[in-house]
T-cell receptor, first 112, second 116 residues
Framework: RKEVEQDPGPFNVPEGATVAFNCTYSNSASQSFFWYRQDCRKEPKLLMSVYSSGNEDGRFTAQLNRASQYISLLIRDSKLSDSATYLCVVNIGSGGYNKLIFGAGTRLAVHP | DGGITQSPKYLFRKEGQNVTLSCEQNLNHDAMYWYRQDPGQGLRLIYYSQIVNDFQKGDIAEGYSVSREKKESFPLTVTSAQKNPTAFYLC???????????????FGNGTRLTVT
């Protein structure tokens, strides 16, 4: 089993739709989680950090389920500019030191 | 503005040549990382450094070498021993979080290496 697994997509949705991505992880000791956005041929950019049960920032909501070892990202009212690949990242480090494991990403395409 | 600078953006080399990718940060971060990304795949960790003059191998360190002589700089050398060096290379840095929660990574804009 991969340490971090994501549905590769693509998710093709119309503008205004709500879309959710799931990410499962294998290390039950993981303490922190991140969602990154990556545009084609660019570097990943931090979208959201999750340290407890979840986080919300505008149209974006992340929820963490430690018992089932998954983290989700919900995007409401999708915009064309949301089209990108979304990377789920799990920190399996300890003692304040990072060891971040990246999922392969879920591709989102928002169309008019 | 603080950030991470990678250079060059594009790099072309002949097979059998060593090549060094530059990474400089002025965020005063202790930890720095090198990742490799291949098309359709997630980022894979090559090397990381938590403090000056110390670094550890990541998951795919074979054929690569690094140094960390200064806090701001973490160059990566792709040696001729790396079997498939053509890829997108990303450098990142992060704070060391004394609370044990982990900190997000800040990425440079990457170097696209092509070896022919």
């Amino acid at each position: 089993r991969k340490e971090v697994e994501q549905d590769p997509g693509p998710f093709n949705v119309p503008e205004g739709a709500t879309v959710a991505f799931n990410c499962t992880y294998s290390n039950s000791a993981s303490q922190s989680f991140f969602w990154y956005r990556q545009d084609c041929r660019k570097e990943p950019k931090l979208l959201m950090s999750v340290y407890s049960s979840g986080n919300e920032d505008g149209r974006f909501t992340a929820q963490l389920n430690r018992a089932s070892q998954y983290i989700s990202l919900l995007i409401r009212d999708s915009k064309l500019s949301d089209s990108a690949t979304y990377l789920c990242v799990v920190n399996i480090g300890s003692g304040g030191y990072n060891k971040l494991i990246f999922g392969a990403g879920t591709r989102l395409a928002v169309h008019p | 503005d603080g950030g991470i600078t990678q250079s060059p953006k594009y790099l072309f080399r002949k097979e059998g040549q060593n090549v060094t990718l530059s990474c400089e940060q002025n965020l005063n971060h202790d930890a720095m990382y090198w990742y490799r990304q291949d098309p359709g795949q997630g980022l894979r960790l090559i090397y990381y450094s938590q403090i000056v003059n110390d670094f550890q191998k990541g998951d795919i360190a074979e054929g690569y070498s690094v140094s960390r002589e200064k806090k701001e700089s973490f160059p990566l050398t792709v040696t001729s021993a790396q079997k498939n060096p053509t890829a997108f290379y990303l450098c990142a840095s992060s704070k060391q979080d004394g609370k044990g929660l982990g900190s997000p990574l800040h990425f440079g804009n990457g170097t696209r290496l092509t070896v022919t």
